[in-house]
């Protein structure tokens, strides 16, 4: 191997490539694995939690807008340093603030101060950032024809973590009981432990760095400094009709999902539907989400990145017609809500690869942490709004809303198919 810039690495044969593209696919999907099972265990119990602490009811929704904000505010930090330095870094930051945050809310709900809970879950959001720009990690060093399938891997592995964490969250309660802790913060405390662990894992197995690596790859007309920044990110986005497209895929889908996802619970309890019933429907939706992942990325390498995102569409349209319109059918409402994991799949696999494949290599990461805050900012926004919609309206209402957000994108995407023009590099996946 040829030393290069930073102590990243460049192999010699493309079987030393090969082999390297593997080990980083399951560091990914290790560090995706115990992430995603940090996050779902604290997030379990998030509202209880904020519910306990402040005394109020009507103050437990914000404990998981904290978290979102927590990820949309630091996605651009973490993006700086990851163009600076490269992904190890930025992830071992990410889940170390992650820990921290953990940490914060243990000691919050033991002082019983609400304002310190909310800043620890704030930090606690850091994690999400890490599992978010893990499959921007798996892309790196992946061929152009299968950037979508390495990004679906390691969104795939977040299955293992998100249907294990509300699972353990009960004993994790328990074990802290004797300890004068909250057993709503017992979740927290095993995700900061968590969390610890993921960033070891990153700092001592994700050696060469994935991006430093595909940069010493990259032609030397990709290499200038002057490229890695977050205005030369921005203004990569801002040059490209496709880049701009995959941030409004990746954006819209999110804010339909997490819109419609976080009020469902409601609608099926005032429908009748006991909590077992509702944990079905959400974890039906989980699944949807994730474990289809692979084959929305191998539809996307298939057909192109535009196909993809005509496929979230459809699959997001369908969704929010089924659940819009159920009532009391409960059978309806869970088709519903498995349909719109998958159009959030589908979105954001082949939103995430066009980004990737329409900016110039030393400006992704940037561009792909400017994606991370519009997809959170967003989806923050859309949760907050979902509420007061069906508060003043109704569920159904929420869903026609949620349709009208797909308009917007499927026009930008017929547009941007239309005006393509020439055969350039990386237009087939397109």
């Not at 995603?36 to 404990?63: C, D, Y």
């Not at 998958?342 to 995430?352: Q, R, T």
């Not at 239309?418 to 237009?427: H, K, L, N, Q, Y």
Request: proline residues 5%.
């Amino acid at each position: 191997m040829t030393s290069v810039e930073r102590g990243a690495s460049v192999p010699v044969t493309p079987q030393d490539l090969a082999a390297l593209r593997r080990r980083t696919s399951a560091v990914l999907i290790a560090t995706q694995i115990l992430g995603g099972l940090g996050v779902a265990t604290g997030i379990a119990l998030a509202a209880v939690l904020a519910k306990e602490v402040s005394g109020t009811e009507s103050l437990s929704g914000l404990a998981p807008t904290a978290t979102v904000a927590g990820t949309a505010v630091l996605s651009m930090p973490l993006a700086a340093l990851m163009t600076a330095r490269g992904r190890r870094p930025g992830l071992v930051l990410a889940y170390l603030i992650g820990a921290l945050g953990a940490g914060v809310s243990v000691v919050a709900a033991r002082a019983g101060s609400f304002p310190l809970l909310l800043c620890g879950l704030a930090a606690f959001g850091a994690a999400s950032s890490a599992n978010l720009q893990a499959r921007f990690a798996a892309a790196d060093l992946a061929e152009p024809e299968q950037r979508a399938r390495a990004i679906s891997l390691v969104v795939w592995a977040t299955t293992i973590g998100a249907v294990i964490g509300p699972n353990i969250a009960a004993p994790a309660g328990r074990s802290v009981t004797g300890l004068g802790i909250p057993a709503a913060a017992g979740p927290f405390l095993w995700a900061a432990g968590i969390f610890l662990l993921s960033a070891v894992v990153v700092a001592v197995l994700l050696r060469p760095d994935p991006l430093l690596t595909a940069r010493a790859l990259a032609p030397a007309e990709e290499r200038t400094p002057e490229g890695r920044s977050l205005r030369a990110g921005v203004a990569a986005v801002a040059a490209s009709p496709r880049a701009r497209l995959a941030i409004v895929a990746v954006a819209v889908a999110h804010t339909a999902m997490v819109s419609v996802m976080s009020m469902t619970p409601v609608d099926l309890e005032h429908h009748g539907a006991g909590i077992e019933l509702i944990g079905l429907v959400i974890s039906g939706h989980i699944a949807g989400m994730y474990a289809f992942a692979p084959l929305m990325g191998r539809l996307s390498d298939r057909l192109g990145r535009l196909s993809g995102i005509g496929l979230a569409v459809g699959l997001l349209a369908c969704a929010v017609f089924l659940a819009g319109t159920a009532g009391g059918r409960h059978g309806q409402t869970a088709a519903g809500l498995f349909v719109l994991g998958l159009g959030w799949s589908a979105g954001l696999v082949s939103g995430s690869a066009l980004l990737t494949d329409s900016v110039p290599q030393a400006a992704r990461a940037a561009a792909q942490g400017l994606s991370d805050l519009v997809m959170n900012a967003s989806a923050g926004i859309g949760g907050a709004a979902a509420g007061l919609v069906v508060a003043t309206a109704s569920y159904a209402w929420l869903n026609l809303f949620a349709a009208c957000l797909l308009l917007p994108l499927a026009a930008l995407a017929l547009f941007t198919r239309s005006g393509r023009t020439g055969a350039v590099a990386g237009d087939r996946q397109a």
